[in-house]
């Protein structure tokens, strides 16, 4: 497996594993020991980052991880997230106070089984905390050996500068795939400028991409795909066009559209490493074999310019998760 490098020294595996899947959002909780088996064979593979956070179960995925990792505990990065009151009265809500994130890290913590968090998040920027409390509060983590990175999810420009200011941001999260380029207009040059590395989560477009799922595929009730526009059955059906582009790409390169989805991004920076989820050993086989596909000059032209002329059917959260969105 190849290496890359987010901020100035967090060396991990060119791809990492989204966790997420494991325990939450997409329909029932699959089998534990069956995930731990597939985490442990991830790194068996060359897979070095795993991606998780308190809010996954709640904390369900954070003890998954953590018994997985743990044998293996200096072979990897784990990186989790904090940033939601989980535990008071205002459940589900964002609370960042540096008295909650200290709290819930030291909780990570036992949970991870570990001593330190390679790669800590803010989940989502909390308006209610001015962002240089926030990285105050990790720096002072990360004097104290708890944390060795900080790093922000779904945040703006000016959130991850005046963040940065007070203590170095190795690495931002935030959704990027070829149906979600936002973050090219204002996002990846602010990460380049400053040497913040680019975690791109949903790189596969939730599964759409993979070129797996139609206007008549049922998700299960607790799916939170049944909750997202762009996942209305319309929606999918107009969207087609993405996994068509994708799939005349794969035909050409032998390869499968997810694994050019994939290089795709990776071709984009030096310094993006996507984390797709995934609770099946193929899908992880597949997943890390894109970093082996090499898109030419004219295959990159083509899925720029045709993603640039589709748009998108629906938007990519509910209103009330767009609502946490930092612009």
Not at 45 to 69: H, I, K, M, S
Not at 167 to 185: C, F, I, K
């Amino acid at each position: 497996m190849q290496t890359r490098t987010l901020g100035t020294n967090l060396e991990v595996s060119a791809i990492g594993l989204g966790c997420m899947g494991m325990s939450s959002s997409y329909g029932k909780p699959a089998d534990k020991q069956e995930m731990i088996s597939l985490i442990r064979t991830a790194v068996e593979r060359g897979l070095t980052f795993f991606d998780t956070a308190q809010v996954y179960g709640p904390f369900t995925n954070e003890d998954l991880v953590g018994e997985a990792l743990a044998p293996i505990r200096d072979q990897v990065t784990i990186a989790t997230k904090f940033g939601f009151d989980l535990d008071g009265g205002n459940r589900g809500g964002l609370d960042s106070r540096p008295e909650t994130i200290k709290r819930t890290v030291d909780a990570s913590l036992e949970r991870l089984r570990t001593n330190t968090i390679d790669l800590l998040y803010q989940h989502r920027v909390d308006r209610a905390v001015p962002i240089e409390e926030v990285a105050g509060t990790v720096k002072e983590l990360i004097e104290e050996g708890k944390v060795k990175h900080f790093g922000l999810s779904e945040a703006g420009v000016q959130t991850i500068r005046r963040a940065h200011a007070v203590q170095p941001v190795t690495a931002l999260q935030s959704e990027y795939s070829l149906w979600w380029r936002e973050p090219e207009d204002e996002i990846l040059p602010t990460l380049q400028e400053l040497g913040i590395g680019f975690v791109p989560f949903s790189p596969l477009g939730k599964g759409f991409l993979t070129g797996k799922i139609d206007e008549t595929t049922q998700f299960e009730s607790t799916d939170f795909r049944n909750t997202v526009p762009r996942f209305d059955p319309e929606a999918r059906k107009a969207n087609q066009v993405f996994v068509e582009l994708l799939a005349r790409i794969a035909e050409r390169n032998g390869a499968t559209p997810a694994q050019i989805a994939l290089a795709w991004i990776l071709a984009q920076s030096p310094s993006a490493v996507p984390i797709p989820g995934t609770t099946k050993l193929h899908r992880l086989e597949e997943n890390m074999a894109a970093t082996d596909v090499e898109l030419s000059a004219e295959d990159l032209q083509e899925l720029d310019t045709a993603s640039e002329e589709i748009t998108a059917e629906g938007d990519r959260y509910a209103e009330a998760n767009q609502r946490m969105i930092d612009r």
